[in-house]
Structures are given as structure tokens and as C-alpha cells.
């Protein structure tokens, strides 16, 4: 009788911790979410709007684009960047060319055209995956800025190639300032974070998980691995086009082609490696270690004596000691910053008890 009653008391005492974490997390989420959208506003200034917080949103956005195809369906891409040009140029085009087309429209268009290419490059899924399947979104990210660059209809037959920002009006607000752009770019990536988050826990995103961890298994349980592959692809494909559409008209303001290199296909993929692959707030944490990390050592370097090293060679420096930074953290920690931040709110959860 005993034990039975401390039986119940104890899934009684887990059942109540649960609920209680569950209400933690929520007022931690609404507190962080009202420091974004009121206190931020009220007390940054343009360079951290312009310089810090704009592209760490929007490289957040892009991150989670990956990671819920790479992260969450376990299929390989570096064509992140392709399909950010793609969005950002679509988006430009659709606000050119169709008279009084708001401007959230735009962004959704370019997010379609974005997603029906990735779509396209990612037919090779249901054949080949791995290495093989890197190469094949590689060639997204040769073909798409050849073919911008290429047919100058994309850039409004600009001698350049460069597109500019449309006027950021929404429902008769001017959003050009360094505030308006920040809030225009903070709730677009609030919403599309909500949605990734309800699409991860529900059916599709099972699905993708069984698929990420063995298809065989998950195509026996009556999982249609091409549904579920090109899904991925698809959605993957509308977040990163949002957010390269973001990424030329509230941060840049004006972009190229050339803007959108491999390069920036690898910074995607940093930070869904660094913040965590297969979580929603790993995206976040990663895209401000890649934004902060640089800007922190170049303040070190600037503490050092004028003339001492070489500004060539300090930017080479700073690039390695980056470089030797994520490795070595890879090494110490694999499962990314969100595992960190994971074991940190375990432990503080616990303290000063532990049971």
C-alpha cells in the first residue's frame, strides 16, 4: 500500500516538474520575444540594428532553412546560397513588375520560386544521397548566379547585375529606417521559426526523422521517402528564399548575384553545424557565434601596437584562429552549441538541488 501511494506521488511530483518547466520555458520565450520587439528598439542604435542584429536574423532564417533539411530530413545541400539568390531576385521581380504587389507577398513569391528550384535540384534525392548528393546541389549554386548574371532581365537589365531594395512600405508604414528594417526582418523570422517549429513536431517532421535516421526502416513502416525527401527540399527551399530575400532588401539593400557565392553556402552550413543540426534554437545560437565571433577579434586586434602585424596578415590571422576555433569546438562538442545551452538549463534547473 506503501509503495503504491509513493508511486503515485512520485509520477505526481515528475507530471507537476514537467508542467512547471513547460510554464518556465514559455515565460523565458514571451520575456525574450518583448525584449526583441520593445526594449531592443527602444534603446539600439543603427550600427546594431544595420551591422549585428539585422544579419543575424536573417542568417538565423537561412540556418534553419538547412537545418530542417539537413538537420531534421538528413539530406545534404550547398546550394543554400543558390537558393537565397533565387528568392531575393524572384522577390525583386514580382514587386517590379506586378503594380501594387505588397511587399510580404513578394517575399512569399520569392520563397515559391525558391522552393519549386530547390525542388528541382533536389530530384536527385530520390536516387543518390550522401556525397553524391552534395555535388548535385553544388550545381544549384553554379547554375542559379550564372543564369542571374546571364539573362539581365533578372536585374532589370542592369549593366551590373545589381538589384535594389523596393520601398519597405507595409500597410502605409515607411520601414526604411535602421528600426523599421530591424522589426520588419524580427517578425518575419518570429513567424517562420513558429511554423518550422509546428512542422518539426508534427507528422512530416516524424517523417523526415525517419527518414534521417534509416529510410529503409522508414519506407517499411509506409513513409513515401519521395514525398518526405522533396517536402523537405520544398519547404527548405521557401525559408531560404525568404531569407535571401531579406538578406538584399533589409540588410544590404542592394545585392549581386555574386553576393550569394559558395561561400555563403558554407556560412549557412557553419552555422547549423555549430548551433546544432536537428534544433530549432541551435540555428539561432549559431548564427551568433558567426556574426559576434569575427567582430570580437577584431576589436582584439585592435588593442594590439599599431604596426605590429600587417592588416593583410591580420585578417589572415583572424580567419584561422576562427577556423582552429570550430574545430576544435566540433571536437569537444559535435551536438553543437544547443547542447550546451541543453545541459546548461538542466543543471540550472536542478541547483541548488540534485535529485
Do not use: C
Not at 550547398?78 to 525583386?92: P, R, T
Amino acid at each position: 500500500m506503501l509503495t503504491t501511494e509513493a508511486g503515485q506521488f512520485s509520477k505526481t511530483f515528475r507530471a507537476d516538474r514537467r508542467v512547471f518547466r513547460l510554464r518556465q520555458d514559455r515565460i523565458a520565450l514571451a520575456s525574450l520575444l518583448a525584449i526583441a520587439l520593445v526594449i531592443v528598439p527602444l534603446i539600439g542604435n543603427d550600427y546594431w540594428f544595420s551591422a549585428i542584429l539585422i544579419p543575424f536574423l536573417v542568417l538565423s532564417l537561412a540556418g534553419l532553412g538547412l537545418n530542417l533539411l539537413t538537420g531534421y530530413a538528413g539530406q545534404l545541400s550547398l546550394g543554400s546560397a543558390a537558393f537565397m539568390a533565387a528568392g531575393a531576385f524572384a522577390a525583386y521581380n514580382f514587386n517590379l513588375r506586378i503594380e501594387g504587389l505588397p511587399l510580404l507577398v513578394s517575399f512569399g513569391l520569392g520563397g515559391v520560386v525558391a522552393a519549386l528550384l530547390s525542388i528541382v535540384f533536389g530530384l536527385p534525392s530520390l536516387r543518390i544521397k550522401g556525397f553524391y548528393l552534395i555535388v548535385s546541389t553544388l550545381a544549384a549554386q553554379f547554375l542559379i548566379p550564372w543564369a542571374l548574371v546571364k539573362f539581365g532581365w533578372f536585374s532589370n537589365f542592369n549593366s551590373s547585375g545589381v538589384i535594389s531594395a523596393p520601398p519597405l512600405m507595409i500597410a502605409g508604414h515607411d520601414l526604411s529606417s535602421p528600426t523599421g528594417r530591424y522589426l520588419l526582418t524580427l517578425t518575419i523570422v518570429i513567424a517562420l521559426a513558429w511554423l518550422a517549429n509546428n512542422i518539426v513536431r508534427s507528422e512530416l517532421g516524424r517523417n523526415w526523422m525517419a527518414v534521417r535516421d534509416m529510410d529503409t526502416a522508414a519506407a517499411v513502416t509506409g513513409i513515401s521517402l519521395p514525398k518526405a525527401k522533396l517536402l523537405a527540399f520544398a519547404i527548405s527551399g521557401f525559408f531560404l528564399g525568404v531569407a535571401g530575400s531579406l538578406w538584399a532588401f533589409t540588410y544590404l539593400g542592394t545585392v549581386e548575384p555574386h553576393g550569394f557565392d559558395l561561400a555563403r553556402s558554407f556560412q549557412v552550413l557553419f552555422i547549423i553545424i555549430i548551433g546544432g543540426m536537428g534544433s530549432i534554437a541551435g540555428n539561432f545560437l549559431g548564427a551568433a557565434f558567426i556574426v559576434l565571433f569575427p567582430l570580437l577579434l577584431s576589436n582584439l586586434a585592435g588593442l594590439l601596437p599599431v604596426g605590429l602585424i600587417d592588416a593583410g596578415q591580420l585578417e589572415n590571422i583572424q580567419k584561422m584562429i576562427f577556423g582552429a576555433l570550430i574545430i576544435a569546438f566540433l571536437i569537444r562538442e559535435p551536438d553543437g552549441l544547443a547542447r550546451l545551452w541543453q545541459q546548461f538549463r538542466l543543471r540550472a534547473r536542478r541547483w541548488p538541488l540534485r535529485y
